[in-house]
């Protein structure tokens, strides 16, 4: 990921800040190299001057007088002695000197014990995989010595490494995946569960470097962070990988940690993102944080099928422009946005025809939210109703050009079962919670650099932009500002960040799908798209109290559905015979298929 430079307030600041430091550090050291022989009889006068003291408390107050005599004499005689002050501060200076030399007792050289049977266990280990019967001179042989293998090692306290190198015979297949697998399988199991490695194998020196990886930071807080429009921040990395830093505050703190920025809009490699983890790892938790980050520029749609009402929140804020938990709701829902897909790509098209700039209303972001579509599925089916991720397909294909965001979390054991449209066009993934190597390796398409443990943090996974590296990740705690356990500091950093409540206004009503205007049901003569349209009723503002905001001007309308209130009980039908609404619980009919002029406007 290329560096990007922050806004000049603050990258200036903290630039000239970090020199200055920099600066006062190195004069430091440069001092005190210089007067370290003054700094040494400093401390050497200050030893004397305490035994002197020491000396006279100790001694019984009847003997002062005769001590102090004794002292008076001897200070006599140097001052009448021929050089005796002189010579008297050269002694007193070297006794100084004596006394101020730094006493403490040298590292011990080279591993102690227990550190020397770990690595020789460890050189044990490695001899089947780094040997061969024909080598001459056999850098691993049984009873060999471990030295000449590791070259460079650190230990923590509790003795386990924290450092590696690893040395190699140069036959050593370093290039199969699968021996390099087995090999970090067998250190990981040997230098200690629980902890997280990173393997670095320098194929050309016949190195590897093994690492242990300090835990993310857990507590980072959802805030408003940094970035440019079209930049969402998915959680925390490792520095190594990651060139850019974040300044975030924490509490009074501030500090700089590495994000993961995923871009999107016209220019993104992968407009849509698929999270995938098992349950209770924190999937609802980074839809939420990537929802308030999509809210400062862009309008969302939430279609929640885990019906735990985990978006409560959300419901009728400023640019949220429904929260559905039902499966009627979610269908409707979701027609409307491949229908409002569609829109955009023929209005975005037609302007570019004419040489005009993209209309206004075609440029607003515009994301849809798919929480556990696999829930949606199963219902669907049962019910003999359409699959409502059918529906992500015009978003998904199209969405890019039209500024349109796909955002699916689903469970691990789900990916098979997602559609075509959702694996194919979902080009960044993100994993969280435990997985193994090779449920990793399916959702990322790639294996991740490090080893992944069985015990992780809520929020603790891996994610991968397009073909790029697999990152570690951790991400910012936004929990659910409803829910009990959530703490006030939590709680109140994810209120800060909601828009203000939005009023319905007068008259609004569903918008109508394409079909039912086909057909003359649409209540309006002329309605072009359902952005175009009168804005349909506001699910759940409905029912929200009119707090401090007027209805939002700019953005389109979805139709009224079954909204959550949190609870994830539908608690609101839309309107039987409201336009864009089902009459019964049929299956909506299926959107229209994107006009060849629309699909154009895409590759351009
Ligand atoms: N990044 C995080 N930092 C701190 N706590 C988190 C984080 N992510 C999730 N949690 C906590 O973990 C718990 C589960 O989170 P969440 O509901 O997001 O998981 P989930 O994967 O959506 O689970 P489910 O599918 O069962 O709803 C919550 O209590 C949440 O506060």
């Avoid at 102690?112 to 691993?140: I, K, N």
């Avoid at 440019?228 to 520095?239: I, K, N, R, S």
């Avoid at 401090?548 to 909204?563: K, L, M, R, V």
């Avoid at 959550?564 to 039908?573: D, I, K, N, S, Y």
Wanted: hydrophobic residues 35%; glycine residues 10%.
């Amino acid at each position: 990921m290329a560096r990007r430079p922050l806004p000049r307030i603050l990258s200036n600041g903290g630039a000239q800040l970090a020199r200055s430091r920099e600066l006062a550090r190195t004069a430091a050291d440069s001092a005190t190299d210089v007067l370290q022989p003054l700094i040494t009889i400093g401390r050497g006068l200050r030893r004397l001057a305490a035994a002197g003291r020491r000396r006279w408390t100790e001694t019984p107050k009847d003997r002062r007088g005769a001590l102090l005599f004794l002292a008076a004499s001897v200070v006599l005689v140097v001052a009448l002695v021929p050089y005796g002050p002189l010579l008297a501060v050269i002694a007193l200076m070297a006794a100084a000197a004596w006394q101020g030399r730094d006493r403490t007792p040298p590292e011990p050289e080279g591993p102690d014990d227990s550190q020397t049977q770990r690595l020789q266990s460890l050189y044990e280990a490695l001899v089947p995989y780094f040997s061969m019967a024909e080598d001459p001179d056999p850098l691993y042989a049984h009873g060999g010595a471990w030295e000449k293998a590791f070259p460079a090692y650190e230990f923590d306290d509790g003795g386990r490494f924290t450092h590696l190198v690893i040395r190699y015979p140069a036959y050593f297949t370093d290039g199969e995946a699968g021996a390099r697998s087995r090999i970090e399988h067998l250190l990981t199991a040997k230098s200690g569960r629980g902890r997280e490695y990173h393997f670095t194998w320098d194929e050309e020196a016949n190195h590897l470097s093994v690492d242990v990886l300090p835990a993310l930071p857990t507590d980072i807080a959802a805030q408003r962070f940094v970035t440019a429009p079209g930049e969402t921040v998915l959680g925390f990395t490792d520095p190594t990988r990651v060139q850019r830093t974040l300044p975030l505050t924490h509490g009074e703190e501030r500090r700089d940690v590495p994000p993961v920025v995923w871009r999107t809009g016209v220019r993104s490699t992968e407009p849509h993102l698929l999270v995938l983890g098992q349950p209770g790892t924190g999937t609802s938790t980074l839809l939420r944080s990537i929802a308030l980050q999509a809210l400062h520029h862009g309008d969302l749609l939430i279609v929640d099928g885990g019906g735990t009402g985990e978006y409560a929140c959300l419901v009728g804020r400023d640019g949220v422009l429904a929260v559905e938990s039902g499966l009627t709701g979610a269908l409707t829902s979701l027609e409307w946005a491949a229908a409002e897909t569609e829109r955009r790509l023929i209005s975005v098209n037609r302007a570019r025809q004419e040489g005009q700039a993209p209309p206004d209303d075609t440029r607003r972001p515009l994301w849809v939210f798919l929480d556990r579509p696999s829930a949606f599925s199963h219902l669907a089916t049962a019910e003999g109703r359409r699959d409502p991720q059918s529906l992500l397909q015009v978003p998904l294909r199209h969405g890019r050009a039209a500024h349109v965001t796909v955002v699916v979390a689903d469970q691990l054991d789900a990916l098979e079962g997602l559609g075509d449209g959702v694996r194919q066009h979902t080009r960044a993934r993100v994993v969280l919670g435990p997985a193994t190597a090779d449920e990793l390796t399916a959702a990322l398409g790639a294996p991740p650099h490090t080893t992944p443990v069985d015990q992780v943090p809520p929020g603790r996974g891996y994610a991968r932009l397009g073909n790029g590296p697999v990152h570690r990740l951790q991400v910012p705690a936004t929990p659910d500002p409803y829910d009990d356990a959530t703490s006030d500091a939590h709680r109140q950093a994810v209120l800060d960040l909601l828009p203000p409540r939005t009023t319905p206004a007068d008259g609004e009503r569903a918008p109508v799908p394409p079909e039912a205007e086909a057909a003359g049901e649409a209540a309006e003569p002329e309605p072009v798209s359902m952005a175009k349209q009168d804005p349909p009723t506001r699910s759940g503002a409905e029912q929200d109290p009119p707090d401090d905001s007027g209805p939002a001007a700019h953005a389109p309308e979805p139709p009224a559905g079954e909204t959550t209130r949190g609870t994830g009980t539908p608690e609101f039908t839309a309107v039987p015979g409201a336009p864009g609404v089902p009459e019964a619980a049929g299956d909506p009919a299926p959107v229209e298929p994107v006009p060849v002029k629309a699909a154009a406007a895409e590759g351009s």
